[in-house]
């Protein structure tokens, strides 16, 4: 199995495949509206913004699993991140980050990638950097900015130039 193959909802709850993204590049994101960590959006937008027309995608992906930080609706996150930090990168449906009802896409991120706990998620705001064909090539700590993803990401976009 790719992560191509696997499916995630939008915010309005319509499913697609990962597919839609081959041959691009792609930063996967757990996120919460409440978190302490949440001026990320601002960040992670900023990059959306300077690499989006080279192909670079940013996926949010809500998860209430982490003290209760996503309490409301998927519509509700996607409204507050758009509002009050002008996110235009796709958001997702609240889903499980961790445990046995982890979503599948998570589940295959923290195979490729598991990180200082093993196969787990620490907190919000994980972010995972995948190529273009769809490999983990780095997976970022919440608390590190996603600034830290940016010479990985001009490295892949420059090999395809």
Same mark, same amino acid.
């Given at each position: ?34 978190? +302490?960590?949440? @001026? ?14 080279? !192909?670079? /995608? #940013? ?55 598991? +990180?200082?706990? @093993? ?14 064909? !769809?490999? /983990? #090539? ?24």
């Amino acid at each position: 199995m790719t992560i191509y193959n696997i499916n995630v909802n939008r915010t309005n709850g319509d499913s697609y495949a990962l597919e839609a993204y081959r041959g691009q590049p792609m930063i996967i994101v757990n996120t919460a509206s409440k978190c +302490g960590l949440r @001026g990320q959006f601002k960040e992670l937008e900023a990059l959306y913004q300077e690499y989006k027309d080279k !192909g670079l /995608v #940013v996926l949010g992906f809500p998860s209430n699993q982490f003290m209760n930080q996503e309490p409301g609706t998927s519509e509700e996150a996607a409204e507050f991140c758009q509002r009050d930090y002008g996110v235009s990168f796709p958001m997702h449906e609240i889903i499980d980050v961790n445990g046995e009802d982890a979503h599948p896409l998570f589940k295959h991120l923290k195979g490729e990638q598991s +990180g200082i706990l @093993g196969g787990s998620i620490k907190w919000n705001f994980t972010k995972f950097l995948v190529d273009q064909n !769809g490999k /983990v #090539v780095e997976r970022v700590a919440p608390q590190s900015s996603p600034e830290k993803l940016r010479d990985k990401i001009e490295e892949l976009l420059n090999e395809n130039a």
